[in-house]
């Protein structure tokens, strides 16, 4: 196997970024106003997004292709996207994730940026998340 490549997409790559979330029926999009990072050897593996909010950042779209999982994938291109950002990073994740999320340093967190917040709200009227931050 090739090895695997961590970084950063150019925008101009990210409807390659939009195909692997759809070819992996996932809901995820990448927006024009994100930091695209993934994990690739001749194809991506692996995805986030880090969109600018409030002097920080959101993490969304993190999606290993099914077939690449429970390879330390996620977590190293976490880590290899958060090494390069300043500021404080919130995601929100299901309450089966937090310890994993805990181990890549982040932490439940109760106060948010007000746009975190109300989305927040919104969410968890349909499904259970915990806010973390870093």
């Not at 975190?116 to 499904?127: G, I």
Request: net charge positive.
């Amino acid at each position: 196997m090739t090895d695997i490549q961590y970084g950063p997409l150019p925008q101009v790559m990210r409807p390659l970024l939009n195909k692997f979330y759809r070819a992996h029926h996932a809901p995820m999009r990448a927006g024009s106003a994100e930091q695209l990072w993934v994990a690739k050897n001749n194809d991506i593996l692996a995805a986030l997004c880090l969109k600018p909010i409030a002097q920080g950042h959101w993490l969304t779209g993190l999606f290993v292709a099914p077939t690449e999982r429970r390879q330390h994938i996620a977590s190293t291109l976490i880590g290899h996207a958060v090494a390069q950002i300043s500021g404080p990073i919130w995601l929100f994740c299901h309450p089966e994730l937090v310890a994993f999320y805990q181990r890549l340093g982040f932490q439940p967190c109760s106060v948010l940026p007000e746009p975190l917040a109300d989305r927040l709200t919104r969410y968890s009227q349909t499904k259970s998340l915990v806010a973390l931050a870093r």
